[in-house]
């Protein structure tokens, strides 16, 4: 079974009184939102790799649009009446195509079974069937994309061992769009394509924050061949089993999971004949990583919990329950990703690691700014004050940087001035150009909003500087427009 929520306490004073508060709160009127945020996911479903080509233009700011749909969902039981477009202008309308189409790769994406995926595709086809008729009978097609929603979401409780209603909360999301019911699959709103380039590990912010995590702990399970600066802390000590390990994570590293996986597998038996728990609950983890950049997310959630079931090592387990917070969050479920969180920054404090510790709150600082909770802050402090007392100046940024947003979203653009120049100076130290570019661009659109064109234009001259370090056309030609439109100002 997965952990459940508050199953270990933190280890950090502070820490640990924000946990109980937050616990206090669970079955109050006060968390409302979080179980309306439950109920109105946003509309990604799970996600997956399109055969189609990735283009960066199309990618959609997720977060965003867990709090557009949120605030739709409020104006929808206040007037009864969706909005066709948000307040930026941009539509709200999703053709039923293009749902049909999204539920379909949902399908592919979490490896549904033969005989499962007959059963869902039937009721599909009588989506499609309905909806191009003239006169849509909606309530029979909101019925039927209910029903394969639950078919979907019971194979994937039936794998994770726990109760899971992931599709069908993407469905409701849906149902608070203006839904267009006549069948044309011309007709694309790019806010709710659910598209990720090939291998999604090239998700610039998801690669970050699971790269913070994965440089912060003690890695017990590193080879040579991750880092050829150091030599590994630990190895198998069979020496058949380390031959099977090292092969594997270089078949991992060749883009070849498939190749990778199968010799995790002899891995796995070999363990088992020896009985190295240990290195088994390791192996559990490199398969979930593998499934989980090639966005086979079911199988992921799968191998993480096994990697955390007998294993003694704090260092495995923050980093497996990290993993499954960031599936879990990436699809809306936040109540599962936030209990992860929490569990991984519980093992991390065991473990002495203050920078997972300050990973992890930062992203439940992120959860609460996106559902317009200012009790983001708290997590935000606390996880300052963690990464205060380290040396990893990335880490420092990531929290600088999350503060920024969230000040930003809730109006206070003094500080979220701020707190970008502080995510600046610490990417600056950490060598980590992308960031400071983007920083530096954050900084400009807010001193645009201050009609402060001088100081917005050197702000984007030094993003301009530290974007060309990096190999980021779209940020690059995103700036050098912003330049432009900043000099027909004077």
């Not at 709710?192 to 017990?220: A, R």
């Amino acid at each position: 079974m997965l952990n459940g929520i508050f199953q270990r306490p933190y280890l950090a004073k502070d820490t640990k009184s924000l946990v109980k508060r937050k616990q206090d709160n669970e079955n109050t009127p006060q968390t409302q939102r979080e179980q309306e945020a439950d109920q109105n996911s946003k509309s990604k479903g799970l996600q997956y790799t399109d055969n189609t080509s990735y283009k960066e233009e199309q990618q959609v700011d997720w977060r965003q649009m867990r709090s557009q749909i949120q605030a739709q969902a409020r104006q929808t039981t206040q007037t009864q009446i969706a909005p066709t477009k948000d307040l930026s202008g941009r539509s709200s309308v999703i053709n039923i195509a293009q749902i049909i189409k999204d539920f379909r790769n949902t399908v592919s994406a979490i490896g549904t079974p033969d005989n499962l995926k007959e059963e869902v595709e039937g009721y599909l086809s009588l989506v499609e069937k309905q909806v191009q008729k003239d006169d849509t009978n909606v309530r029979l097609v909101k019925s039927n994309l209910k029903n394969a929603s639950s078919i979907l979401d019971g194979y994937i409780s039936e794998t994770l061992n726990k109760d899971s209603k992931v599709v069908e909360n993407w469905i409701d999301a849906l149902f608070l769009q203006q839904i267009d019911f006549k069948y044309n699959e011309e007709e694309i709103n790019p806010q709710f394509l659910v598209k990720f380039p090939e291998g999604s590990t090239q998700e610039e912010n998801k690669v970050e924050e699971k790269t913070i995590v994965q440089e912060t702990i003690t890695e017990p399970i590193q080879q040579e061949i991750e880092t050829k600066s150091k030599v590994v802390a630990f190895v198998p000590q069979d020496k058949e089993l380390k031959s099977l390990f090292i092969q594997s994570k270089k078949l991992a590293y060749a883009h070849e999971p498939e190749k990778a996986i199968m010799n995790f597998r002899k891995a796995i038996e070999r363990a088992d004949e020896i009985g190295d728990i240990e290195t088994k609950s390791k192996i559990f983890y490199e398969v979930g990583k593998i499934y989980d950049d090639h966005s086979f997310f079911a199988e992921a959630l799968k191998s993480y919990n096994q990697s955390i079931q007998n294993t003694k090592d704090n260092n495995v387990k923050t980093k497996a329950h990290y993993s499954m917070a960031q599936i879990y969050d990436d699809v809306n479920q936040i109540k599962p990703a936030l209990d992860h969180y929490f569990n991984s920054i519980s093992y991390a404090g065991e473990a002495e690691n203050l920078a997972a510790q300050s990973t992890s709150l930062t992203k439940m600082g992120n959860i609460f700014t996106d559902m317009y909770d200012n009790n983001a802050f708290e997590y935000f402090s606390v996880a300052d004050d963690l990464a205060s007392q380290t040396k990893n100046e990335r880490v420092k940024g990531f929290v600088s940087a999350s503060t920024g947003n969230a000040y930003e979203a809730f109006g206070d653009s003094q500080k979220a001035l701020k707190s970008y120049s502080n995510a600046v100076k610490h990417y600056v130290d950490a060598e980590a150009p992308l960031k400071v570019a983007q920083n530096y661009t954050k900084a400009a659109d807010i001193m645009v909003e201050f009609s402060n064109v001088s100081k917005a234009k050197g702000l984007l001259a030094k993003a301009q500087n530290y974007a060309r370090q990096t190999d980021d056309i779209n940020l690059m030609n995103e700036i050098n427009q912003k330049l432009d439109s900043l000099g027909l100002l004077g």
